[in-house]
């Protein structure tokens, strides 16, 4: 039996934008977003991060600090309000064209968003049925992921949401939903429900 999920992007969504994180610490998490985690664990609803984290690849800083700040990730959503993620994946790598320079990293991967390489292989490691899960993102990739991989989209206007919407960064997009932050998303899911 297949089960629906709801995907979130990282940075501008579950914690605050602040570019590339260097310093555990300046990971901070979104307002309402351990509450609204928690509103889909209290309802057994799959959770699950997906990120493009290309720091390690451009050489800003070791790919173990990229666990680090999901661990660090993990113990605030838990602290704040139990809530927990039930998977976190994220793309390390980057294209050479890109901007990648670790030679370990640097290779194009069909897991960077906006192609669904992420979503596929969490559907096929946790039973996951994308075309009734969900994607809340705050960039034009985040809303082509979701439609590349064949779930519905949810715009945030957090992080580089307004700024999308305005034209002014990426393209402009379609999302099924337009959302003020996280917790307007999870609302919104919630009502529509996880029919296809
Ligand atoms: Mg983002």
Redo the contacts with the bound molecule.
């Keep these: 039996m297949l089960k629906p999920a709801v995907f979130f ?5 579950l914690n605050q ?1 602040a570019g590339y994180i260097k310093r555990l610490e300046d990971l901070l998490l979104m307002p309402n977003a351990a509450a609204a985690v928690r509103s889909l664990n209290d309802r057994q609803i799959f959770c699950c991060m997906v990120s493009n984290q290309a720091g390690a690849a451009r050489g800003y800083y070791p790919h173990a600090h990229i666990d680090a700040l999901h661990k660090r990730l993990s113990k605030l959503l838990a602290d704040r309000a139990a809530a927990h993620l039930d998977a976190m994946y994220y793309c390390p790598s980057l294209s050479q064209p890109e901007g990648g320079i670790d030679p370990e990293l640097t290779y194009y991967s069909t897991w960077r968003k906006p192609n669904p390489g992420m979503l596929v292989a969490a559907a096929w490691e946790h039973d996951l049925d994308l075309r009734r899960s969900f994607m809340i ?3 034009a990739t ?1 809303i082509d992921l979701a439609h590349n991989a064949g779930c519905r989209g949810v715009l945030v206007k957090s ?2 949401g307004e700024s999308v919407l305005a034209g002014s960064y990426q393209h402009t997009v379609e999302p099924n939903f337009i959302a003020s932050d996280i917790a307007e998303a999870v609302n919104w899911i919630l009502e529509v429900g996880f029919c296809d």
Aim: aromatic content about 8%.
């Design positions: 992007d990282r940075d501008g969504v934008e993102g705050d960039k985040d992080g580089y």
